[in-house]
């Protein structure tokens, strides 16, 4: 990366409610809300100077439709229990999806902002992404 290129700062979402949204992102990425936390304003990672994740509820209303940012996370070898958990944490399944051997499931948090969850990439095309082994 050159010392002039740009990396991302924060990941930020307009919202109606910013305590409750920033709870909700908190328990799925297992942080904490940082103090001060209120419906209008909310951070997660801000006060320890990590990547920082943002809620804000803008004057006037919400635009109408979908979010234009969707956020992938890897889930690792445990993509499907982190499904699980942040589906029990709120988060509505819209749906599960695999195509030409990527796996992911798709999620809405509490405030209709689209997520996925992926599987593990697959390093050989033969080799199972979740169990690391070759099939016999």
Not at 29 to 50: C, K, P, S
Not at 72 to 92: K, M, N, P, S
Not at 103 to 129: K, L, Y
């Amino acid at each position: 990366m050159s010392p002039a290129s740009m990396r991302v700062g924060m990941y930020s979402f307009d919202c109606a409610d910013a305590a409750a949204l920033a709870g909700f992102w908190a328990a799925v990425l297992e942080r904490e809300v940082d103090e001060g936390a209120t419906a209008a304003f909310a951070t997660i990672g801000f006060a320890d100077n990590t990547l920082t994740w943002l809620f804000h509820q803008p004057p006037g209303e919400l635009p109408a439709g979908g979010n234009r940012l969707v956020l992938d996370f890897d889930g690792g070898r445990v993509w499907a229990q982190h499904a699980d958990r942040v589906e029990a944490l709120g988060a509505e399944r819209v749906g599960d999806n695999e195509e030409t051997g990527i796996r992911w499931v798709v999620f809405r948090d509490p405030e209709g902002n689209t997520f996925r969850i992926f599987a593990p990439r697959r390093t050989h095309p033969e080799q199972d992404p979740v169990a690391g082994i070759e099939p016999a």
